[in-house]
């Protein structure tokens, strides 16, 4: 359907704006199938509707997309090959935006990081500063991201000289296994610890 319907893919992109977390997660997962199947016929489309995203991260665009980094890099995940060029400028969101955009935008970011981390190649050595620096942030889902996207980029190392982080009882909300669940950055922490995965 999303082949031959173009409005299923800016109806997806408007459903991440549900305050529902669970309508939203599931809209950018659905993203980023749709787009797979959109790109064979027509990669120009869904290439706008990377671009329409990187806009709505704007103020300037009028109508922030407060998921936007999520749905970028679900899209990027997808076709790396097809949008290769989307991959750094998904990646570094983290470092580019303006410190007054990044505090609405970093949990996002961070996500981005992760999810993209075993395409990143080169770029993540770069980024590992910045995702370390975020363990310290005062916001709990924030610090969480960092731990999972540490993990997903297997910088193990970062995770090990914070052991403070184990337990820490911050509260989390993590898609994974297409449910939200809430969890804690020390749940989180050990877990990348122990080798296991808290799934994305």
């Known amino acids: 359907m999303a082949v031959t319907r173009n409005r299923v893919l800016p109806t997806l992109v408007s459903l991440t704006f549900d305050a529902d977390l669970q309508i939203c997660w599931r809209a950018i997962e659905a993203l980023g199938l749709a787009t797979s199947r959109v790109t ?9 509707q990377l671009r329409r995203l990187y806009w709505l991260i704007s103020e300037e665009s009028g109508g922030i997309c407060w998921r ?8 990027v995940f997808r076709q790396p090959k ?15 935006l303006e410190e007054e955009d990044l505090g609405h935008f970093r949990s996002g970011a961070l996500w981005a990081v992760g999810r993209l981390a075993g ?18 942030d005062a916001d709990p889902q924030v610090r969480g991201l960092a731990v999972w996207a540490l993990q997903q980029a297997g910088a ?45």
């Open 156 to 200: 193990h190392q970062a995770l090990v000289e914070r052991a403070d982080l184990l337990t820490d009882q911050g509260s989390v909300d993590f898609y994974a296994d297409r449910l939200i669940t809430r969890v804690t950055v020390g749940e989180l922490a050990r877990r990348a610890l122990s080798g296991s995965s808290a799934g994305g």
């Open 82 to 96: 097809q949008f290769a060029d989307y991959l750094p400028i998904t990646l570094f969101l983290l470092v580019t």
């Open 68 to 75: 936007a980094p999520e749905a970028m890099a679900e899209i």
């Open 40 to 48: 064979e016929s027509n990669p120009g489309f869904v290439r706008e």
């Open 119 to 136: 395409l990143a190649g080169d770029h993540l050595e770069e980024l590992l500063p910045a995702v370390t620096a975020a363990l310290g």
